[in-house]
Structure formats: C-alpha cells, structure tokens
Nanobody, 119 residues
C-alpha cells in the first residue's frame, strides 16, 4: 500500500520559513508526479505545488509562486517543500500525494503536517 509520512510543520512568524518533508513508500516513486496540497479549516483542499517524476519541471499555485520551492530526492523517496516568506494565510495542514495527472488526486494522503503562521 501507498504510505506517505509528512513532517516538518510547526509554528512560525509571518515572513519566516519552514521546510516540510514527505517520506514515500509502497509504490515506484519515479512513476509519479509528486504534489503538495494544503487544507485550512472550512476550506477545500488545494494544490500548492507539484514536481515531475525526475524533477525536470515544477508547477506552483499562483499564491505561492516566488515563495515556495518543491523538490524531490528519488534516491531517498522523499519530497520536500521549502516555504519562505510565510503569510498567515498559508496556515493549513500540508499533505503530500502521488498522482499521474497533476491536480487530480483524491488521495492517498499521509497524516499531514500542521503549518501555523502567526505573530
């Protein structure tokens, strides 16, 4: 089965940085795009960023462009999201997932990692 374990979230002040990570197993990592989604209370889960199987291309939601960087390490089956210049509206639970077509995933999801941006 697909297993996805997110980590690295926490509390950070506006303008600060966090790096969240995902350890993946149970599938051939390089067969899939990998993506980060987030969900805030009362809101729909939304796509944040995605990366192609070998990391040759990335895609970002408009609201994080220039602030977030997605990366993957295929040797370690890990996915990362470097988040800089964080804003309060970035507060959400962040999830990783594998998907054949970017933006279509309905899971599987890991447990998520909470990111809270507050002064």
């Amino acid at each position: 089965q697909v297993q996805l374990v997110e980590s690295g979230g926490g509390l950070v002040q506006p303008g600060g940085s966090l790096r969240v990570s995902c350890i993946a197993s149970g599938f051939t990592f390089t067969d899939y795009h990998m993506s980060w989604y987030r969900q805030a209370p009362g809101k729909e889960r939304e796509l944040v960023a995605s990366i192609t199987p070998y990391g040759s291309a990335t895609k970002y939601a408009e609201f994080v462009k220039g602030r977030f960087t997605i990366s993957r390490d295929n040797a370690k089956n890990t996915l990362h999201l470097q988040m800089d210049s964080l804003k309060p509206e970035d507060t959400a639970v962040y999830y990783c997932t594998n998907e054949f077509y970017v933006g279509t995933s309905r899971g599987p999801w890991g447990q998520g990692t909470q990111v809270t941006v507050s002064s």
